[in-house]
């Protein structure tokens, strides 16, 4: 099972929107409405954004959005904030089993 | 609020078992939900390792299925990885989280494992 491919890195200044994209097969991404996105800080526990592909835990800002076409999903950031710098990471389902993204890291300017 | 803390060995030896229990609070872990161990190497992504379900059924990363075996104990309200035959490859964060609906909602604060002799 291949990681999902996400950019290496995205970047925008505060209050600009940036978008990551998280591509897989029809294995995984395109074949199941089980896409999820994490943001992870440096030497914390990572933190569930996105469940679902498009669906928002409770005590998540509505600045985070998800949506898939195909076999890519995306997860957008609206308004960017200094606390959103951080590493994201997507995940699938794929049939009995569970893959990340290579994730991506966003840097605030 | 659910809480989970791992709880294992910092250090293993090359060719030797990585055992990592993940304590859960607040929450029984026989209720429904799967229970996952997640990885993250040094400078690398986030690997999932595999998930167990109170009921009895475990689903593993086929790259780790020959040497990986998740157990729960419901009485302790625990569970538990083994990872047989360690290697470098092996030096990790290892993390262990709730899935549901096939997404991690909460985690463990991680534990670094590292494999040397």
């Known amino acids: 099972q291949s990681a999902l491919t996400q950019p290496p890195s995205a970047s925008g200044s505060p209050g600009q929107s940036v978008t990551i994209s998280c591509t897989g097969t029809?294995?995984?991404?395109?074949?199941?409405?089980?896409v999820s996105w994490y943001q992870h800080h440096p030497g914390k526990a990572p933190k569930l954004m996105i469940y679902?592909?498009?669906k928002r835990p409770s005590g998540v800002p509505d600045r985070f959005s998800g949506s898939k076409s195909g076999n890519t999903a995306s997860l957008t950031v609206s308004g960017l904030q200094a606390e959103d710098e951080a590493e994201y990471y997507c995940?699938?389902?794929?049939?009995?089993?569970?893959?990340f993204g290579t994730g991506t890291q966003v840097t605030v300017l | 609020q659910v809480q989970l803390q791992e709880s294992g060995p910092g250090l293993v030896r090359p060719s030797e078992t990585l055992s990592l229990t993940c304590i859960v609070s607040?929450?029984?872990?026989?209720?429904?939900?799967?229970w996952a161990w997640i990885r993250q190497p040094p400078g690398k992504g986030l690997e999932w390792i595999g998930t167990v379900y109170p009921g009895g059924s475990t689903y593993y990363s086929p790259s780790l299925r020959s040497r990986v075996t998740i157990s729960v104990d419901t009485s302790k309200n625990q569970f538990s990885v083994k990872l047989r035959s360690v290697t470098a490859a092996d030096t990790a964060v290892y993390y262990c989280?709730?899935?549901?609906?096939?997404?991690?909602?909460?985690w463990g604060r991680g534990t670094l494992v590292t494999v040397s002799s």
């Open positions: 607040h929450y029984s872990i026989s209720k429904n939900y799967y």
């Open positions: 029809s294995s995984d991404v395109g074949g199941y409405d089980y």
């Open positions: 995940s699938s389902y794929a049939g009995s089993n569970n893959v």
């Open positions: 989280a709730r899935e549901d609906r096939n997404a991690f909602d909460y």
């Open positions: 679902e592909v498009n």
